[in-house]
């Protein structure tokens, strides 16, 4: 097994942050090619090392399952994977390298929902969301929870929008951040429930999360795997989930939809994109061979416990979503007046 170690510290232009390369052992099995294979699709040998992009810090939950996928991506693809953080403003200084790299399929990267919402809360962008991009793969959604402070006199939500009717504006919800997956997700509630309830934006979901525990704020949307260990501490109180339907590991919470608010559908989600140009058969083997590493069951079963739905669509699903996505993003962050310089 080859061992990568790839540290990368040099300064860009002032916009973009310090650029590092996080340490990663990959095993790379170069596995042999059916003889009724395609010549198209038989794995590469030459051992180069593929670069995923990854435009959030170590420990993110995007970081999480990159490093989650790099193993058995390697495998399939036949290259060893180098995993590159390139963190700061909402991703696009790690996206920016994404859509420069060489159109080769060996500069990939990991993207979030940030990819689609940051056209609509920056006045300028270096580049296009979707004309910069070939898209590969939806990775898979990731559900979020409505949940409130147990000081709340609430148990499910018409019990909650029958409270912040009552005391419109009293009552206040946190987010990780203007524009972010958790802003977004609480503003969408209170417009299809037309409630009034004020945002508290904190720098990271940390800090939120510690003023919903203590009550600083009394609502909020967290992610599954962020808020399962709260429920059962009896910390916090789950709602309503933000998908259509229920989830396997919250079964006993109802969707909004379900319970009342039959519009409402969030989740945040991540995405392997490419830069534009990238070959329409480049990008299919590629989307099949990432496919195949998301079928193996301990990859499913260690995304399911990041709370990951996987879907592992085709370059042809994940262009009208990308488009679908960024429209639905639009309309929210123009309601919500969440903009940044």
């Not at 006045?123 to 296009?128: A, E, G, I, K």
């Not at 910069?132 to 709340?152: K, R, Y």
């Not at 599954?224 to 229920?246: D, E, M, N, Y």
């Not at 085709?314 to 262009?319: I, K």
């Amino acid at each position: 097994m080859p061992l990568i170690l790839c540290t990368v510290g040099r300064l860009r232009h002032a916009f973009l942050p310090l650029r590092r390369a996080v340490p990663l052992t990959v095993a790379l099995t170069i596995a042999a090619a059916s003889v009724t294979a395609p010549a198209a699709h038989a794995q590469s040998t030459d051992g180069k090392p593929l670069r995923l992009i990854v435009p959030t810090q170590p420990g993110s939950q995007a970081d999480a399952v990159a490093r989650a996928l790099s193993e058995p991506m390697g495998r399939k693809l036949g290259h060893p994977i180098v995993i590159e953080n390139i963190a700061g403003a909402g991703g696009i200084p790690g996206t920016q390298q994404i859509v420069r790299a060489p159109k080769d399929g060996l500069t990939l990267g990991l993207v979030s929902s940030n990819h689609v919402i940051n056209p609509a809360i920056y006045r300028s962008m270096p580049f296009d969301s979707l004309r910069d991009i070939t898209p590969i793969t939806v990775i898979g959604t990731l559900p979020l929870v409505l949940v409130v402070n147990p000081s709340v006199p609430a148990n499910n939500v018409q019990e909650l929008i029958a409270l912040l009717k009552s005391k419109p504006d009293q009552l206040n919800y946190g987010s990780s951040g203007n524009g972010t997956v958790l802003h977004l997700a609480a503003e969408l509630f209170a417009s299809e429930a037309k409630v009034q309830v004020r945002h508290v934006p904190y720098k990271g979901a940390g800090n939120y999360t510690t003023d919903l525990l203590s009550g600083q704020v009394q609502m909020g949307f967290l992610t599954v795997p962020a808020v399962l260990p709260q429920l059962k501490a009896g910390k916090l109180k789950a709602i309503a989930v933000s998908t259509p339907k229920r989830i396997p590991m919250l079964p006993d919470v109802p969707s909004l939809a379900e319970a009342g608010l039959p519009r409402y559908s969030f989740d945040a989600w991540l995405a392997i994109v490419g830069p534009s140009g990238l070959a329409k058969d480049k990008a299919a083997d590629l989307q099949g061979r990432i496919k195949a590493a998301l079928d193996e069951k301990p990859v499913q079963q260690n995304l399911a416990a990041q709370g990951l739905v996987i879907v592992g669509s085709t370059p042809e699903q994940a262009a009208p979503f990308f488009q679908s996505e960024l429209e639905k993003h639009a309309r929210i962050v123009k309601q919500s007046g969440a903009s940044l310089n």
